[in-house]
């Protein structure tokens, strides 16, 4: 945090603090998905080498490829929408850090280009800036409750999967 922005009593800190652990969850979350999604895929290359070893005339094997190829593509669908949900919610931090980027833009201008104080000649502009704020914060929440949305529906699936 600069002095400028303290003296004007806009410390942005605690903002950039939780978009800072935001990211960090979510650079941990990506972590163990690219984990998930690197064992689906050795577990399919497995199968596909099982295939071509084995002849197709049997029927039991075959069978038991069907089942293992349905659980892998289950699993699948699961790691995209894990990363879907991963992905909207990055968006959504995004978003947050270029609002707390601006606000820090506004306060580093010197004292001559900082925004008026608010009058009522200004205070419609202030209450647009003020709304237009507000709605890009909550567009930020709507993507990361939708990002919350994709990871439960994908972990009742999961849940729902015969094993």
Same mark, same amino acid.
């Given at each position: ?25 979510? @650079?941990?979350? =990506?972590?163990?998905? $690219? /984990?998930? !999604? #690197?064992?689906? %895929?050795?577990? +399919?290359?497995? &199968? *596909? ?16 490829? @069907?089942?293992? =190829?349905?659980?892998? $593509? /289950?699993? !699948? #669908?699961?790691? %995209?929408?894990? +990363?879907?949900? &991963? *992905? ?76």
């Amino acid at each position: 945090m600069n002095g400028k922005e303290q003296k004007n009593g806009k410390d942005l800190g605690p903002e950039q603090s939780l978009v800072d652990v935001e990211q960090v969850l979510a @650079d941990r979350g =990506q972590l163990l998905g $690219d /984990r998930d !999604q #690197a064992q689906v %895929d050795l577990e +399919q290359a497995e &199968l *596909d080498a099982e295939r071509r070893n084995y002849g197709s005339d049997e029927l039991s094997i075959g069978s038991r490829f @069907d089942d293992r =190829q349905a659980r892998l $593509d /289950r699993s !699948q #669908a699961t790691e %995209d929408a894990q +990363q879907e949900a &991963l *992905d909207h919610s990055q968006v959504g931090r995004d978003t947050h850090q270029e609002a707390i980027d601006e606000q820090r833009a506004v306060n580093a201008l010197p004292a001559s280009l900082q925004p008026e104080p608010k009058t009522s000649n200004n205070q419609k502009q202030a209450a647009q800036d003020r709304a237009s704020a507000t709605r890009a914060r909550a567009e930020a929440s709507l993507l990361r409750a939708r990002s919350a949305l994709i990871r439960a529906e994908a972990a009742e699936k999961r849940l729902r999967q015969p094993e």
